[in-house]
């Protein structure tokens, strides 16, 4: 955790870190967005991964993984909650597989969030039905941003993402990057900056 106390926060980031990563490693670009009078909640995963295989395998070939890494951000909001911090005042983020858990989590309860941004990530499975995405988010606000040549998230899966959340009523940014990799640049960054600072103030 970063940033202010949960009771003190105005807002909340929950930050999922990828696979081989640390609640650590990804709880470190807090600094990178910078905004005060935020709380900022990493969860770590068991192993360093949410889940052990591609996250556009089967569903069932990536369980019990994928629910458990669903529940620990359930458990996350409920706290953030009770704290005084309501998900419409929280951010949920990811990279790569974290951001595949971030934006499964956040279509799969939807409600008005204060932001979804998946950095290199998408909706998980082998294949997208939108039809299992049902409710209302309310107009909620989500960044997705993707190499066009990244070598684990292939763009159209970026874009059956982008087509889900505007399913459910979100406003949705999609940013593809020409030969960026598998990494975050700037502009992904400055993007989840003014999430969070919309939020404040």
Known sequence: MA???PAEAEAAVVMVHGRGATAQSILA???????EDVVYVAPQAAAR??????FLAPVEQNEPGRS???GVLAAILEDLRD???PAERTVLMGFSQGGCLATEFAARNPQRYGGVAA????LIGSDIDEDAYEGEMDGTPVFLGCSDRDPHIPEERVHETRQVFESLGCEVDERIYEGMGHTVN??????VRDLVAALVG
Do not use: F, K, Q, R
Not at 49 to 54: A, E
């Open 49 to 54: 991964t949410w889940y052990p295989n591609s």
């Open 29 to 35: 670009m807090s600094s990178d967005i910078g905004i």
């Open 3 to 5: 940033g202010v106390p």
């Open 186 to 191: 700037d502009d992904e960054l400055a993007a």
């Open 119 to 122: 950095l290199s990530g998408g």
């Open 83 to 85: 704290a005084g911090v």
């Open 68 to 70: 458990s890494g669903l």
